[in-house]
DNA sequence: CAGCATATCTACCCCTGCGTAAGGTTACTC
DNA sequence: GAGTAACCTTACGCAGGGGTAGATATGCTG
């Protein structure tokens, strides 16, 4: 019918796998800009140029697509992430290169990032906890060679906080440069670099923080 | 009809003020626990001892309740960080005692906490992110303070990204801590001041991170 | 070209949950 | 103790949007 109205678009019929990947990107952007509750399906189906009954045979209700869109996202910002880390390099080197794949993935799926970062807590997803919880572990493993490296020893409950503190960090530089295009993520890598290495490395030395009012 | 039910609860009338606060203490649980979107006003209704159209009545819609939960939570945290931050005071001394209040709040109100970090993103809450702004700018502040009574200065870009990432870094901890009750907030505080100040102070000396690959 | 699987649409159902109308009850005031 | 204002309830209207039934078009295969 719509395909032959005159002048009108043709709609091709495509490939499920195509179809598919249109789908989460067009529910990405939507989820992205109206969040998981004022996101609606017509919307979504409308912005992927496709109709309602598509998305549900393809990708099921409205959860079960959310949950698509966040772990298509999550595994993509992980794999930005653990591809550059090699376990061989110096402990600087690895986070300078975490970071840097980090706030290159946040600066090129701005969407994808609003999605995991502002919309995920809310919304039905209950595995983006256990994808930060393993970023989280990567970070912590990274400090703990670290501070080996260094013959010295760290007790696990304080790998794990600074490994929170940093991810922590790192999300709310993200989330600032995700409102700001003009900005380039590797400059945001190298500020938190700066301000996180610095203390790390003091802590390595042993170095240690004292209320001076007990 | 149901206060002179036999043996049943004898619901006894409250001023506005009273029930208000019960209101508002209940949706801050129920929001907490189901996130805006799936939090009912019958349930914080129910949860509140009440019916429903009393939250109407004194509390309008479920955006103007949720706005009002963050409102006073936001108001209550900021309140937290700040009364005990004395303009006088040497920089690490603020940092502390601000941190200790943040902490403080967390571990008093977890609830809370989880309204405005976990759901408020997503819900109707647009001056969220002016409350964070200001945290964010208190934060700034004291640091611009803390470089200036070392006879240096630093761009103010740089000086609002370390405020975003020590803030962060706070919000990251702070979440794990709501997720751990037996934890010591103040114990919080003082990792993440270790973490924080020492890489703070590096760069106050002019120290910098430089990626050994250019 | 007949048959079939897949892709796709229009039109609809219906439940959830927000918000309200109308009326009953309690306590304060004169 | 009558009047009144504030408190509080039960019962319902109603829209938005998640989800589906059934029909239709398209292109591949023998």
């Known amino acids: 019918m719509l395909a032959s109205v005159p002048g009108g678009p043709t709609f091709k019929r495509l490939p499920r796998a195509v179809r598919e990947q249109q789908?989460?990107?067009?529910a990405v952007r939507v989820f992205s800009r109206r969040g998981f509750h004022d996101a609606s399906m017509d919307e979504i189906a409308e912005e992927a140029g496709i109709s309602k009954p598509m998305v549900y045979a393809y990708l099921g209700?409205?959860?079960?697509?959310?949950?698509?869109?966040?772990h298509r996202e999550g595994t993509r910002l992980l794999e930005s992430i653990?591809?550059?880390?090699?376990?061989?390099?110096?402990?600087?080197?690895?986070?300078w290169r975490g970071l840097r794949g980090f706030f290159?993935?946040?600066?090129?799926?701005?969407?994808?990032?609003?999605?995991?970062?502002?919309?995920?807590?809310?919304?039905?997803?209950?595995d983006l906890a256990a994808l930060?919880?393993?970023i989280v572990e990567v970070v912590a493993g990274m400090?703990?060679?670290?501070?080996?490296?260094?013959?010295?020893?760290?007790?696990?409950?304080?790998?794990?906080?600074?490994?929170?503190?940093l991810v922590g960090a790192a999300e709310s530089i993200a989330d600032w440069l995700a409102d700001h295009?003009?900005?380039?993520?590797?400059h945001s890598a190298a500020r938190l670099m700066n301000f996180s290495w610095l203390g790390a490395?003091?802590?390595?030395r042993g170095e240690l923080w004292q209320p001076s009012s007990a």
Chains 1, 2 share one sequence.
């Open 23 to 26: 789908m989460l990107d067009a």
């Open 61 to 70: 209700s409205k959860d079960d697509l959310f949950r698509a869109c966040v």
């Open 82 to 95: 653990v591809a550059v880390v090699a376990d061989d390099l110096p402990a600087d080197e690895q986070l």
């Open 104 to 126: 290159g993935f946040v600066g090129a799926h701005r969407d994808g990032w609003a999605v995991l970062y502002r919309q995920a807590r809310s919304g039905p997803s209950y």
């Open 132 to 134: 930060r919880t393993r």
């Open 143 to 165: 400090l703990k060679r670290a501070v080996e490296s260094q013959g010295r020893t760290a007790r696990d409950e304080d790998l794990t906080a600074s490994a929170y503190a």
């Open 181 to 186: 295009p003009e900005a380039d993520p590797d």
């Open 201 to 204: 490395r003091q802590l390595l």
